[in-house]
């Protein structure tokens, strides 16, 4: 996908509806050893196709994320997102500043002008969401499955969306 891409605005909406109340999300990075998964706090800024997570450099995530940009976002709430992209390390004092808050200064024991703070910036690339806030939807599905009905992919409660035009 090329920086330049156009962002598929109806997808990035779905996305950050689903998101919107999800304080923590999972971030995945790839290490020499396999997969590895921690929870991140969640901004409270408005998704715009991008996300953005602080952290400090000396963690395993970061030197991961040097070494195989490729990541993955998972989010779960009143229904469930799964988010591809490319990861970036970013250190902008002025963008930790405004995205800093008094619960990362007690839980990272520092201030947002500590240089061992940086800000993880992901290009988000895919998103798969499966929407369980509709009881009905939910219902039917299972029932498909129960009784061996095939569906397109369960297309009512599952979709992968490209983020991207």
Do not use: C
């Amino acid at each position: 996908m090329s920086k330049d891409a156009v962002i598929n605005q109806e997808a990035v909406e779905t996305v950050k509806d689903i998101i919107k109340d999800v304080e923590t999300a999972m971030l995945s990075t790839i290490s020499e050893g396999g997969i590895n998964s921690r929870p991140m706090q969640t901004q409270d800024i408005e998704f715009d196709g991008d996300l953005w997570f602080l952290t400090k450099k000396d963690t395993s995530k970061y030197k991961e994320i040097l070494e195989n940009p490729n990541v993955n976002v998972a989010y779960v709430g009143k229904s469930y997102v799964s988010i591809r992209g490319t990861a970036e390390i970013v250190d902008d004092l002025n963008r930790k500043k405004e995205l800093w808050n008094k619960m990362y200064e007690k839980f990272l024991d520092t201030t947002y002008d500590d240089p061992n703070i940086i800000l993880i910036k992901i290009r988000t690339e895919t998103a798969e969401y499966w929407e369980t806030g509709d009881r009905m939807k939910t219902v039917k599905a299972f029932f498909r499955k129960m009784t061996g009905q095939r569906q397109e992919e369960d297309s009512e409660l599952n979709k992968t969306v490209d983020l991207h035009k």
